[in-house]
């Protein structure tokens, strides 16, 4: 079966970095998007990674390796707005999105 | 504001009951999708619609069923509500297969 794995939550401090792996097992591939979900709203998107290597957006990047079926998405200087759930999610074969459970992140002063 | 909208934003339903939640986009996306999200569960995919004419089941689609006579339209039909359907509804588009999704507010729906 096709599977997504995250951690559940995380804890960071503000002005820190954080990390979020993600981890896929999939049919095929089309491309690993992550997108962050503040508690009560919908999800929006942060980035996409087809190719290997690391994407960069102002404080946050995202990386993929393919070969290994893996993603990280890096958060530089926290802030108290960053506190969220972060939801990773794969394009198969088909175009399907496969979603994770997503991380919450909590960002403490 | 372009983008998405949903309709309702909650709803208490009795067991039994038909509902239909509402969906709109103004993005001229050829590509929408209904999720439900549940906790402790990524999004599921209900139904899809590639194109106005044409839709497709998706992971979870039984008790659901769609309609795309538009582009701009996809409304979810709960034909006989029942419990396990309590969740939080998600609408969403994109512009191709490749493209990111756009999500509408999300309908929380409670069937008791």
Redo the contacts between chains.
């Keep these: 079966g096709q599977n997504?794995d995250q951690p559940t939550e995380m804890t960071a401090t503000e002005g820190a970095i954080v990390q979020i792996n993600c981890t896929y097992q999939t049919s095929g591939f089309?491309?690993l998007?992550w997108?962050q979900q503040h508690a009560g709203?919908?999800?929006?998107?942060l980035s996409?990674n087809v190719l290997d290597g690391l994407e960069e957006k102002g404080r946050f990047s995202s990386f993929l390796s393919r070969s290994k079926g893996y993603s990280y998405l890096l958060l530089k200087e926290l802030q108290m707005k960053d506190s969220a759930s972060y939801?990773c999610?794969v394009?198969d074969s088909n175009?399907?999105?496969?979603?994770?459970?997503?991380t919450k992140l909590i960002i403490k002063p | 504001t372009a983008g998405i909208t949903q309709a309702p934003t909650s709803q208490i339903l009795a067991a039994g009951r038909s509902m239909t939640l509402r969906c709109t986009q103004d993005m001229r996306h050829n590509a929408m999708y209904w999720y439900r999200q549940d906790l402790g569960l990524g999004l599921r995919l209900i139904h899809y619609s590639n194109t106005a004419g044409t839709t497709g089941k998706g992971e979870v689609p039984d008790g659901y069923s769609v309609s795309r006579a538009n582009t701009d339209d996809f409304p979810l039909t709960l034909a006989s509500a029942v419990p396990s359907q309590t969740s939080v509804y998600f609408c969403a588009s994109s512009d191709s297969e490749e493209g990111e999704l756009f999500f509408g507010e999300g309908s929380r729906l409670t069937v008791l």
Excluded: S, V
């Design positions: 997504i089309n491309g998007f997108y709203e919908a999800p929006t998107f996409y939801l999610a394009k175009y399907q999105l496969i979603w994770g459970a997503g």
